[in-house]
């Protein structure tokens, strides 16, 4: 295998901008996921996919490696991932460059804008010394997430389709619109995948291996306030963003995304808009535990109703909507093989598993509750959704090698 083939595939995906939308009332949420979407299929059938399909009208691709042995229980495993980038920071006109032998000091994105990736806000930088790794100018996010997810299973599908001597069962492969925006597997074709069991690849730093995720909830908070001129507005107006800044208020501090880690959950403020008659805040609610999930929701119910009894009801209105559950109670106990293969195969690459909680989601969440069992992972990423995300090089070749592995087994 060409080492150099994966990041080659990395650096044409990401020129495609995939950026998604949060509340889109299409799907997929913005058309341009499509182009990536339609050129994925022409590539699998230039390499001689078994069963390529782009759905034109919901944009996913689909297709099959044919098996080539008859062992085993004829089981077919699957490897998914997401075509789309983050609403959160701009996904457009990315320049991306290679940062060679990196010697663990700061890294100059910009020097223009003098924006500096260092050690001393992201110490995992130290990790990846003398290895090399791929940057932004500072100004987008870098797509990694999960372009390099999309650029390992092609690559490794290209290496199983050119090299019939590698023996292995039928592998499925698809790549999904609108995971960032919660919407991934809507439309998601079980049947055509044809999958009994899959992986995600859309974790983060290399030897990541996951399969308890957050559960997870969206909010939206409408606050209705009353206009008077402030030369005679005592005891008149009710100003509707103090109202919506004294709900965040009310929320507990502690629980904030920036305060928690491991298994703790929180309330993250993603969006506040708004002025003296109207405003309006939008939230994920996030927790591992299904119990203490449902207690948050009930907290963000209760600070609604408490506003409402303090400046009028109909004063503070809500949703809440969940989004995915945690994959866990659907893969423990009688998958948990999955879990156990793909540590093997990371011990075999020398590649030291780290079996942990997601602080986030994947399709693969909710594929494992509409019954395709799917853990996730890594891809070989850092600093996700945001300008200082960056992804080493050779993390990327060592897991398009734990794929092909993975696929043999």
């Known amino acids: 295998m060409k080492d150099d083939t994966v990041i080659n595939n990395f650096f044409r995906y990401i020129k495609y901008d995939t950026q998604s939308q949060e509340d889109a009332q299409t799907f997929p949420s913005t058309e341009k996921q499509k182009k990536l979407g339609k050129l994925l299929y022409e590539e699998l059938k230039k390499m001689g996919a078994s069963d390529p399909f782009f759905d034109d009208t919901y944009g996913y691709v689909y297709a099959k490696i044919?098996?080539?042995?008859?062992?085993?229980?004829?089981?077919?495993?699957?490897?998914?991932?997401?075509?789309?980038?983050?609403?959160?920071?701009?996904?457009?006109?990315?320049?991306?460059?290679?940062?060679?032998?990196?010697?663990?000091?700061?890294?100059?994105?910009?020097?223009?804008?003098?924006?500096?990736?260092?050690?001393?806000?992201?110490p995992e930088l130290r990790d990846y010394i003398g290895k090399q790794l791929i940057v932004t100018d500072g100004t987008t996010l870098l797509g990694a997430d999960d372009k390099a997810g999309v650029a390992e299973i092609m690559t490794m599908t290209e290496y199983l389709l050119a090299h019939p001597e590698i023996k292995h069962r039928e592998i499925a492969i698809a790549f999904t619109p609108d995971e960032e925006v919660g919407s991934g597997v809507d439309h998601f074709d079980l049947k055509r995948f044809g999958a009994?069991?899959?992986y995600t690849v859309?974790?983060?730093?290399?030897?990541?291996?996951?399969?308890?995720?957050?559960?997870?909830?969206?909010?939206?908070i409408e606050v209705h306030g009353v206009t008077v001129h402030p030369g005679e507005?005592?005891?008149?107006?009710?100003?509707?963003?103090?109202?919506a800044m004294e709900f965040d208020k009310n929320l507990p501090e502690q629980q904030r995304p920036e305060y928690t880690q491991g298994y703790e959950g929180f309330f993250h403020l993603t969006n506040m808009e708004g002025g003296t008659e109207q405003a309006s805040l939008q939230y994920i609610i996030r927790d591992h535990d299904r119990e203490r999930f449902e207690e948050k929701k009930v907290l963000l119910k209760q600070n609604a109703e408490f506003l409402n009894a303090k400046y009028g009801m109909g004063t503070v209105q809500y949703?809440?909507?969940?989004?995915?559950?945690?994959?866990?109670?659907?893969?423990?106990?009688?998958?948990?093989?999955?879990?156990?293969?793909a540590k093997a195969c990371m011990?075999?690459?020398?590649?030291?598993?780290?079996?942990?909680?997601?602080?986030?989601?994947?399709?693969?969440?909710r594929l494992s509750f509409m019954g395709l069992p799917c853990p996730n992972l890594?891809?070989?990423?850092?600093?996700?959704?945001?300008?200082?995300?960056?992804c080493c090089v050779e993390s990327m070749q060592q897991i398009v090698r734990l794929l092909l592995l993975l696929a043999q087994k």
């Open 196 to 198: 009994d069991y899959a």
């Open 378 to 390: 890594c891809t070989g990423g850092h600093n996700f959704h945001g300008r200082f995300e960056y």
């Open 66 to 122: 044919p098996a080539n042995c008859q062992d085993g229980d004829g089981k077919v495993l699957g490897f998914i991932s997401h075509m789309d980038t983050s609403p959160e920071t701009s996904g457009a006109n990315i320049h991306a460059r290679l940062v060679k032998d990196y010697n663990g000091g700061d890294i100059c994105l910009n020097e223009k804008e003098n924006i500096i990736l260092s050690p001393r806000e992201y």
């Open 347 to 365: 011990e075999e690459l020398s590649i030291v598993p780290k079996i942990q909680p997601i602080r986030g989601g994947t399709d693969g969440a």
């Open 319 to 341: 949703q809440i909507k969940d989004s995915y559950y945690n994959m866990k109670e659907k893969i423990e106990p009688e998958y948990l093989f999955l879990i156990e293969k």
């Open 233 to 243: 507005a005592k005891n008149k107006m009710k100003n509707a963003s103090r109202i």
């Open 202 to 220: 859309d974790g983060g730093a290399i030897g990541e291996l996951e399969y308890e995720n957050f559960n997870a909830a969206f909010a939206r």
